[in-house]
């Protein structure tokens, strides 16, 4: 889990929140976003997002350099979100092993 957690860390340095509501966030990216997520496996990923209940969509605009994310704000509860997201390295850390237990991610135990 703390791999994910620090892969999480390092890629968020590269995006902003253009808009959040409980339900709905829409990022926007800078274009090294790109070249760090092509060292990740596309097939692996979108697996994995299917099997997490929570997740109900995205959209890649690479014209705009956003993506929007769909997500059930029932179990993500929308201020981890924003913690997620936040100047705060902390609270961001927090944030993502919150997320991870909500999302029922094995090992999300804060370590």
């Not at 889990?1 to 999480?8: D, F, G, L, Q, W």
């Not at 959209?59 to 913690?83: C, F, M, Q, R, W």
């Amino acid at each position: 889990m703390k791999k994910h957690i620090n892969t999480a860390l390092k890629l968020r340095r590269w995006v902003t929140v253009g808009h959040h509501i409980p339900g709905r966030i829409r990022l926007k990216y800078k274009l090294g976003l790109l070249a760090h997520l092509a060292t990740f496996n596309s097939t692996e990923i979108e697996k994995a997002l299917q099997n997490i209940p929570a997740f109900k969509n995205y959209k890649l605009n690479n014209a705009t350099g956003s993506l929007l994310i769909e997500y059930d704000a029932s179990i993500v509860k929308p201020h981890l979100i924003d913690a997620l997201f936040s100047q705060s390295e902390q609270d961001a850390e927090q944030a993502c092993y919150a997320l991870g237990a909500c999302l029922e991610i094995d090992g999300a135990k804060h370590e």
